[in-house]
């Protein structure tokens, strides 16, 4: 486990510290897990598949509001799971198995979670034909007393802590309602109230009110009730025989609202009826609805849609909801109409097509025009994106007045906290460009009280909304920073004069505008907004006045970006302490840096590992992170403000001081034109020095920043470095950039100076190197075999391969066009290929397979979505006929990468054999010496589902 120097802390068996040393071509942070070094002589030995199962994965992690518990999800790669609760003060933990959902109360006495079971329990009640069910666990944190509650499939503390409120499943059979029973735990006494019948629940945010949804059996009693448990007193604020929906509190008040369904048996849709109450604490809560039907202004054959969720305005004067326009059910004489319209035949003619049409089906036929904007397969993806389309409208409730916000000129419209105004985009007009280019919109203000708009900004790509108090908006054009005065109007470039660059220039890509470094936020009262370059943070004036640059960071290489520690309040304040992440470019060391009342940062932590999720405690000033290292397993820490004197809390894979585990070292290289580079270089588990090792090679873009990432061993995943390393390899991740026109070229540049860098190390057998790669870096792959003979054996995962054919495929898990991934995306092409055949050419894998002279492995699935199936056909048809040591692993059904676990592991274990075959000179199984026919594939198939 990890821990800030100088502080040295124990856990069990398991000590270590961070050191770094430095050397001439490698940044050493090789480490033993137990914190000392490894002599030839050490009994332990890499880990093999059989052991890989005990492994532990770190999930979300909650800290309870005084910080003094820390409940972390932890998932296994043999999947026996489990939650553990930690006391943060203390070595003290409490294991859940299949635990996972963990809350605190809100005064911290209480912690509840949900339980599951094991995929082996699952499966046996499935065969039983038996609901798999959770159950709630309730544990009190000051006595310790643990409660375990059958069935409860949803749970919700009350704000102040004194009860909960579990959701029952609903009973077996057909039903038409989505009520079931809810029981409010009384946690002191212990002490239950059950409701039944109720679909929605929802405490009140900063009071004790519940509020209920009641959806029962044919409709009867149903409503909207409010519980308070500390009276006993249960208050019906409406009911109807109708279903309501959408229950919303108003932040910090007793302010409530709720839809009701309405339907129109003359339309195929439902509209909602807006109930509101105002006060409900008090013995006369004030009453609201808002009926559309009934709403004299309201626009025809619209309704209120219940899939943009109502929205309270701050001071409880207006409420915000969807509109759309309804959907008419066709009646015989609509019908009627629609096909005269068509054109009319002659009597005998219509008898004979109507029975001709009754005898058919209908065609299945798909128009796919040119002039679509998103073609039809994007259209089917994002078809609930569009039917679920709307229009943001406004409900003043003391004038009952209403007025619609969105329209078709700004269909997008998000509002201000606390303003009168909406901020509106339209992307219409830019429609034609977007088909192969960047999404442009133009801005619009909306004035909530009148609806009435206008337009502040044509053409915007780069959006980042308006200020929290609504007085500016914020967006990137022309490589710099612009604000617009939402009062005057008044467009101000705030980061023409700033000596910096703001724009990203690590993405690449070919487009008019790189996007920005990014913001971090905005100070009280709109008075500045924090803008990054690469390295560094600038407090910049709304108005363009004055620029403060923070941080020191660009002397050092050293990125400085904000962390929020207070997700309740968006704002800034200057005043307070404001924490910041810490990256070197060069060093990869990761830290937190904290800035007081604009004064120079000071680094709180700064560790040769990855430091990550810094959390604060709501009500305590208890803070925890992770460091975790690739030969120290994550695990959280706790500490004050300052940072100092970190105490370990979870200690995960506390078994690995049992294995030999791979240490990690940069590697500085420059590629073949200069640039200046890194590489990370896994070492093999086992190494002993004189010895030379085989290498595999991962590749795919910028890699060298995941120098400190744990890898958990498992057969699930494909490309697994501790796997890898285990198998005897050292592993080189080198970092690609890129020309433009020139993605292949380009790899090929940065992965053979990297290579010779690492067989300059002298401890790489140049004769024995492997190179994989997936997806993008499956494509590299098969390209840079056909380059250069450097790589005794490849594997490249779901590759392209053509770049011609792959430029006019879809993208089918978005529906998109690949053309436009290859223009202005990670395709990096700039142009169609009628525009450039060479560069097309120059860059494609299947030009070159007369060079492939390295055996070659391609994996892809026949449902691939992201890179057609058709370009694993392709490369293995032209190197079949090019008389080339090529496989191609075709998995049926499998999209961009591997979902059935039968299929993980098949992958993942024939690339251990195609490595081990090659790199190792271990024998070569039969599917890669003469390869097996189908009839034997079919019956080994058959063979292993009779469990023989």
Do not use: C
């Not at 490589?479 to 005057?488: C, E, R, Y």
């Not at 803070?623 to 397993?633: G, N």
């Amino acid at each position: 486990m990890s821990f800030p120097s100088p502080v040295r802390v124990a856990l069990g068996a398991a000590s270590l510290s961070l050191t770094l040393a430095a050397g001439s071509q490698a940044q050493s942070v090789r480490q033993d897990a137990n914190g000392a070094g490894r002599s030839a002589d050490d009994p332990v030995k890499p880990v093999t598949p059989a052991d890989y199962g005990q492994f532990e994965r770190m999930g979300t992690a909650t800290l309870s509001p005084d910080g003094r518990w820390l409940a972390v999800s932890i998932s296994r790669v043999n999947e026996k799971n489990e939650l553990r609760i930690h006391r943060t003060d203390v070595d003290s933990v409490v294991v859940i198995p299949y635990g996972s959902f963990a809350s605190f109360s809100g005064d911290s006495r209480w912690v509840a979670y949900q339980i599951g079971m094991s995929e082996k329990a699952r499966k046996a009640l499935e065969k039983q034909d038996k609901p798999a069910q959770q159950r709630l666990g309730l544990q009190n944190l000051v006595t310790g007393d643990t409660t375990s509650i059958d069935a409860v499939r949803g749970f919700q503390f009350s704000h102040n802590g004194t009860h909960v409120a579990m959701g029952r499943y609903a009973p077996d059979g057909d039903r038409e309602s989505d009520g079931t029973d809810l029981v409010v735990r009384t946690l002191a006494t212990a002490e239950d109230m059950n409701f039944g019948n109720v679909s929605q629940f929802e405490w009140q945010d900063e009071g004790n009110l519940l509020a209920l949804v009641v959806d029962a059996e044919g409709q009867a009693g149903n409503g909207v009730q409010v519980f308070n448990p500390a009276s006993g007193i249960l208050r019906s604020l409406a009911s109807k025989q109708a279903r309501f929906t959408d229950l919303t509190w108003r932040e910090e008040s007793d302010d409530l609202a709720v839809l009701q369904v309405h339907t129109d048996s003359a339309y195929e849709d439902t509209t909602h009826v807006v109930l509101a109450w105002r006060e409900l604490e008090s013995r006369t809560p004030k009453p609201f609805e808002f009926d559309p039907d009934a709403f004299d202004g309201f626009p025809d054959e619209t309704r209120i849609v219940n899939y943009r969720s109502l929205r309270w305005s701050e001071d409880g004067e207006t409420l915000f909801f969807g509109i759309k326009e309804r959907r008419k059910k066709e009646t015989e004489e609509s019908a009627a109409d629609s096909t005269e319209a068509e054109g009319e035949a002659t009597d005998d003619e219509g008898e004979d097509d109507e029975e001709a049409e009754e005898d058919e089906d209908p065609p299945t036929v798909e128009v796919w025009n040119a002039k679509d904007v998103d073609i039809i397969p994007e259209q089917k993806v994002f078809a609930g994106r569009d039917r679920s389309e709307n229009y943001l409208s406004a409900w003043h409730l003391d004038d009952d007045r209403f007025v619609q916000l969105g329209n078709e000129l700004t269909e997008t419209a998000t509002l201000i906290e606390g303003v009168d105004v909406a901020i509106g985009m339209d992307a219409t007009p830019y429609e034609r460009e977007r088909m192969f280019g960047p999404r442009y919109r133009d801005v619009y203000t909306i004035d909530v009280e009148t609806g009435k708009r206008a337009k502040v900004r044509d053409r915007v790509e780069f959006s980042y909304g308006a200020s929290p108090d609504g007085g500016y908006y914020l967006y990137f054009a022309e490589d710099n920073f612009w604000t617009i005065d939402l009062k005057n109007g008044k467009h101000t470039n705030i980061t023409a004069d700033i000596p910096t660059s703001f724009v990203n220039t690590d993405r690449g890509m070919t487009v008019e505008q790189n996007p920005p470094w990014g913001t971090g936020g905005w100070t009280k009262d709109d008075r500045s907004v924090f803008l990054y370059d690469r390295y560094d943070i600038w407090d910049v004036r709304a108005d363009g006045s004055e620029a403060v640059r923070l941080t020191r960071g660009a002397e050092d290489s050293v990125r400085y970006r904000r962390q929020r520690v207070d997700f309740d309040d968006p704002v800034i304040d200057t005043d307070e302490p404001i924490y910041m992440t810490t990256y070197g470019d060069w060093t990869k060391k990761f830290g937190y840096a904290r800035m007081r009342r604009r004064q120079p940062p000071e680094q709180l932590v700064s560790l040769d590992a990855l430091v990550s999720r810094l959390q604060k405690a709501d009500s305590s000033d208890t803070y925890v992170y992770i460091t975790q290292r690739f030969d120290d397993s994550p695990d959280y820490f706790v500490a004050g403000p300052e940072l100092a004197s970190p105490r370990q809390v979870t200690e995960t894979n506390p078994f690995q001081k049992n294995y030999a585990w791979a240490e990690s070292e940069l590697i500085d290289f420059e590629n073949e034109w200069g640039v200046d580079l890194q590489a990370i270089l896994r070492y093999p588990a086992d190494y002993e020095p004189g010895k030379k090792y085989p290498m595999v090679v991962y590749i795919y873009e910028r890699l060298s920043q995941g120098l400190h990432t744990y890898a958990v061993p498992s057969e699930r995943t494909a490309y697994n470095d501790a796997v890898f390393t285990a198998e005897g390899y050292f592993v080189l991740r080198p970092d690609i950039v890129y020309r433009d026109r020139d993605p292949g070229v380009s790899a090929v540049a940065a992965i053979v100076p990297a290579v010779e860098a690492a067989i300059a190390t002298g401890l790489i057998d140049p004769e024995h190197v492997g190179l994989v790669g997936h997806s993008w870096g499956g494509y590299q792959t098969a390209f840079t075999v056909t380059q250069t003979d450097t790589f005794s054996a490849a594997v490249a995962g779901a590759p392209l391969t053509n770049l011609f054919s792959m430029y006019l495929s879809v993208y089918w898990n978005s529906g998109g066009t690949d053309a436009r991934i290859f223009e202005i995306s990670q395709g990096r092409m700039e142009v169609p290929f009628w525009e450039d055949i060479e560069a097309y050419r120059r860059n494609s894998p299947v030009f070159f397979v007369d060079k492939l002279n390295t055996p070659l492995l391609v994996a892809h699935g026949t449902d691939d979505g992201a890179v057609d199936f058709n370009q694993g056909v392709e490369y293995y048809n032209a190197a079949r006929r090019a008389n080339k040591d090529f496989v191609l692993l075709v998995y049926n059904g499998e999209n961009h990468g591997n979902r059935q676990k039968a299929n993980q592991l098949d992958y993942h274990r024939r690339i251990i054999q195609w490595f081990g075959h090659y790199l190792k000179g271990e024998p070569a199984p039969q599917w890669i010496s003469e390869g097996v026919s189908y009839l034997e594939q079919e019956r080994a198939k058959e063979k292993k589902k009779n469990g023989n």
